[in-house]
């Protein structure tokens, strides 16, 4: 119940950004791959009605200019949530966090502390957060989408 409650959550449109008038919606669907009677399979992505440990899930993070000038610099931040394993970003140039923020970069680049003392090259399924900054500027109406996905723990 915990999963739905934030899915419903993440469902929920993201307020928009005073600094640059850069609105966020966002979606999530769980991909569902089916075999017909002929043997061919086919892959949809459906609401997230029920889901169970293993399931693969989208997350579609929706991005529109409302400004009348151009947005710059523009910078999407979203947490990777507890009940959810990063699986990867589907939309170029991400960076990660696997320390709830504080540190990004290339997974292959991030450590994570034991509780000894020592580290150990992350893995995906510690990461916390995907960052993307969109270089280019986004002109006054402008729209775009950024993806990644997850498996459900």
Do not use: C
Not at 25 to 35: A, G, L, P
Not at 98 to 113: F, I, K, N, Q
């Amino acid at each position: 119940m915990r999963f739905l409650a934030f899915l419903l959550a993440f469902l929920l449109p993201l307020p928009a950004l005073a600094q640059n008038q850069v609105a966020l919606t966002s979606e999530i669907f769980v991909e569902r791959t089916t075999t017909d009677a002929g043997g061919r399979q086919s892959v949809s992505l459906e609401a997230p009605g029920v889901v169970t440990p293993g399931d693969p899930l989208v997350f579609v993070l929706h991005y529109r200019n409302n400004a009348v000038s151009l947005a710059m610099d523009f910078v999407v931040t979203n947490p990777i949530p507890e009940s959810v394993s990063y699986v990867n970003a589907e939309s170029a140039g991400s960076v990660l966090s696997v320390d709830g923020g504080r540190t990004w970069g290339e997974l292959s680049s991030l450590r994570v502390a034991n509780a000894d003392g020592t580290s150990r090259p992350a893995a995906a399924a510690d990461v916390t957060h995907i960052r993307w900054r969109i270089a280019q500027a986004i002109p006054a109406g402008g729209q775009g989408e950024l993806r990644f996905r997850g498996v459900v723990k």
